[in-house]
């Protein structure tokens, strides 16, 4: 089920919300919670009922696990379940998420013709499957205790975060599930949740859905394209997946406020950044926190001197490539993210006094630093998005060619946008040579749109901010705006990861 259908929003969410509260005043704290964990699976199984499956044999097999360390006195035999967990955990994800990708590349070194199974991906595996593992790992050492199957089946589940984060820790939402204050229904926290949900849904279906018009045309046509228009196709790709992911990442905030559970921060102002690190400290910030908790610091972290420091960056980095993706185009894309983070971490040259430990060697202006760390993960972005290899530096070669043929044109009429619909049609009688003309004009404007917000305060900083009545009135506009332009079902990008 998305956030952004109609029958989550007017069906699914109001009972939901019902129920739980509902429950809750009357007493029933145990029926409420296997409600909210029932209605979390409808939620999850609603466009394969099959997922169920997969995710109920995960949670029940993962708190038997649990369970087994509080049965085991002796750290091998603690060693030897976690050892199990492990091996469970990352099994189901390297089946359903990387079989192919192995077998594929098995047959084309070895020359074999192996069978390729075709696995549908259950939505948020990669998620579901980190938040277990994190909670594996702190019981193995002794950092969390071992709750109920109904709270820890919660924790899996709870339908915000379930199927693209932000990965949750055990410690941030299981005590808030048994703390019954939290129980009873709060309006300021109601109030706050919905106008972040307002503002998240708004930036996937008022502009990352917009820009994935002209983002999809221009990478499955790149052939088309030339200088210019290859920059506007990144350009567009790089603000609708911040405004797509990060989207969806407030909806999921607001909506844990609304139910009183406080979900953890995923994005910080990302595209501020004047450095690659620094941008990653603002960018999916749980998975960035999962790889430097249970890889970075297990692997010695910074410990074991500057060398294997760096290394340990560049490895995790080259993993959180590999985890958005079965194919080589993210493997690649993570490695130019981890050889930038150890660039940043030789301080050579970069941006003084932004609050880090060591200053660089040779300073830069921050505006400066701001450009071209943008333009880096920009110009990175084509390796993501690239359905192969060969587009990627097809993309590249238009960029580097220095052409202008005039197919901008190509992209223009994928602007034509619903609210438009009226003064095209006055356009098209009076002066139909004029619609490239309000075409670009759209364009320019939506750039301006993105730019604004993306340099302006950031929804959790807005969040925590002295709410207004008028902030409220903006908050309930855009979500009767986005309502209205439903058109047609549109899934978030970080489904696919």
């Given at each position: 089920m998305l956030f952004n259908s109609y029958i989550f929003i007017f069906i699914f969410l109001p009972i939901t919300l019902l129920g739980w509260y509902g429950l809750n005043r009357l007493h029933a704290y145990k029926i409420s919670l296997i409600f909210l964990?029932?209605?979390?699976?409808?939620?999850?199984?609603?466009?394969?009922?099959?997922?169920?499956?997969?995710?109920?044999?995960?949670?029940?097999?993962?708190?038997?696990?649990?369970?087994?360390?509080?049965?085991?006195?002796?750290?091998?035999?603690?060693?030897?379940?976690?050892?199990?967990?492990?091996?469970?955990?990352?099994?189901?994800?390297?089946?359903?998420?990387?079989?192919?990708?192995?077998?594929?590349?098995?047959?084309?070194?070895?020359?074999?013709?192996?069978?390729?199974?075709?696995?549908?991906?259950?939505?948020?595996?990669?998620?579901?499957?980190?938040?277990?593992?994190?909670?594996?790992?702190?019981?193995?050492?002794?950092?969390?205790?071992?709750?109920?199957?109904?709270?820890?089946?919660?924790?899996?589940?709870?339908?915000?975060?379930?199927?693209?984060?932000?990965?949750?820790?055990?410690?941030?939402?299981?005590?808030?599930?048994?703390?019954?204050?939290?129980?009873?229904?709060?309006?300021?926290?109601?109030?706050?949740?919905?106008?972040?949900?307002?503002?998240?849904?708004?930036?996937k279906v008022l502009l990352a859905d917009v820009l994935a018009h002209v983002v999809n045309y221009g990478f499955d046509n790149a052939v088309f394209l030339d200088s210019i228009s290859t920059f506007i196709v990144g350009l567009f790709y790089a603000f609708e997946l911040y405004f797509d992911f990060s989207g969806y990442s407030d909806m999921a905030m607001g909506l844990g406020l609304m139910f009183n559970i406080f979900l953890p921060q995923n994005f910080s102002s990302p595209y501020k950044a004047c450095s690659m690190k620094q941008l990653w400290q603002g960018w999916h910030i749980t998975l960035s926190r999962f790889f430097v908790q249970y890889v970075y610091i297990p692997m010695g972290g910074s410990r074991k001197g500057k060398a294997r420091a760096l290394f340990n960056v560049f490895f995790i980095f080259m993993l959180s490539g590999l985890w958005h993706g079965a194919a080589w185009t993210f493997v690649v894309w993570g490695i130019i993210q981890g050889l930038a983070l150890v660039w940043d971490n030789l301080y050579l040259i970069g941006v003084k006094g932004q609050g880090g430990k060591q200053e660089p060697k040779i300073g830069i202006p921050k505006l400066l630093g701001q450009f071209l760390t943008f333009n880096f993960f920009l110009a990175t972005l084509f390796v993501f998005r690239a359905n192969t290899l060969s587009d990627a530096a097809l993309m590249f070669k238009n960029i580097f060619s220095f052409k202008y043929t005039g197919s901008i044109s190509r992209l223009l009429p994928y602007m034509d946008l619903p609210e438009f619909y009226l003064i095209k049609q006055i356009i098209s009688m009076k002066a139909p040579s004029a619609l490239n003309a309000m075409y670009g004009f759209i364009m320019i404007l939506l750039l301006f749109i993105s730019i604004f917000i993306i340099t302006r305060k950031n929804s959790f900083q807005l969040l925590n901010e002295t709410q207004t009545r008028k902030k409220y009135l903006f908050a309930a506009f855009v979500f009767c705006w986005s309502v209205i332009s439903f058109s047609q079902v549109s899934t978030f990008i970080y489904f696919n990861f």
């Amino acid at each position: 089920m998305l956030f952004n259908s109609y029958i989550f929003i007017f069906i699914f969410l109001p009972i939901t919300l019902l129920g739980w509260y509902g429950l809750n005043r009357l007493h029933a704290y145990k029926i409420s919670l296997i409600f909210l964990v029932g209605m979390s699976l409808w939620f999850y199984g609603y466009f394969n009922p099959s997922y169920l499956l997969i995710i109920i044999s995960s949670i029940l097999i993962n708190y038997l696990l649990s369970f087994s360390f509080e049965k085991i006195n002796s750290k091998s035999g603690k060693v030897i379940w976690l050892l199990i967990g492990l091996s469970f955990n990352l099994g189901i994800l390297f089946y359903f998420k990387y079989f192919d990708f192995f077998i594929e590349n098995i047959n084309m070194i070895f020359k074999s013709d192996f069978t390729l199974k075709h696995i549908l991906l259950p939505l948020g595996i990669s998620f579901f499957t980190f938040q277990q593992i994190s909670f594996i790992i702190d019981r193995f050492r002794g950092k969390a205790r071992h709750y109920d199957l109904l709270n820890y089946s919660a924790f899996v589940t709870f339908f915000p975060q379930l199927v693209a984060g932000p990965i949750v820790l055990y410690d941030e939402v299981m005590p808030q599930f048994e703390d019954l204050k939290k129980r009873k229904f709060n309006t300021e926290n109601f109030t706050k949740g919905l106008g972040m949900f307002s503002i998240g849904l708004g930036k996937k279906v008022l502009l990352a859905d917009v820009l994935a018009h002209v983002v999809n045309y221009g990478f499955d046509n790149a052939v088309f394209l030339d200088s210019i228009s290859t920059f506007i196709v990144g350009l567009f790709y790089a603000f609708e997946l911040y405004f797509d992911f990060s989207g969806y990442s407030d909806m999921a905030m607001g909506l844990g406020l609304m139910f009183n559970i406080f979900l953890p921060q995923n994005f910080s102002s990302p595209y501020k950044a004047c450095s690659m690190k620094q941008l990653w400290q603002g960018w999916h910030i749980t998975l960035s926190r999962f790889f430097v908790q249970y890889v970075y610091i297990p692997m010695g972290g910074s410990r074991k001197g500057k060398a294997r420091a760096l290394f340990n960056v560049f490895f995790i980095f080259m993993l959180s490539g590999l985890w958005h993706g079965a194919a080589w185009t993210f493997v690649v894309w993570g490695i130019i993210q981890g050889l930038a983070l150890v660039w940043d971490n030789l301080y050579l040259i970069g941006v003084k006094g932004q609050g880090g430990k060591q200053e660089p060697k040779i300073g830069i202006p921050k505006l400066l630093g701001q450009f071209l760390t943008f333009n880096f993960f920009l110009a990175t972005l084509f390796v993501f998005r690239a359905n192969t290899l060969s587009d990627a530096a097809l993309m590249f070669k238009n960029i580097f060619s220095f052409k202008y043929t005039g197919s901008i044109s190509r992209l223009l009429p994928y602007m034509d946008l619903p609210e438009f619909y009226l003064i095209k049609q006055i356009i098209s009688m009076k002066a139909p040579s004029a619609l490239n003309a309000m075409y670009g004009f759209i364009m320019i404007l939506l750039l301006f749109i993105s730019i604004f917000i993306i340099t302006r305060k950031n929804s959790f900083q807005l969040l925590n901010e002295t709410q207004t009545r008028k902030k409220y009135l903006f908050a309930a506009f855009v979500f009767c705006w986005s309502v209205i332009s439903f058109s047609q079902v549109s899934t978030f990008i970080y489904f696919n990861f």
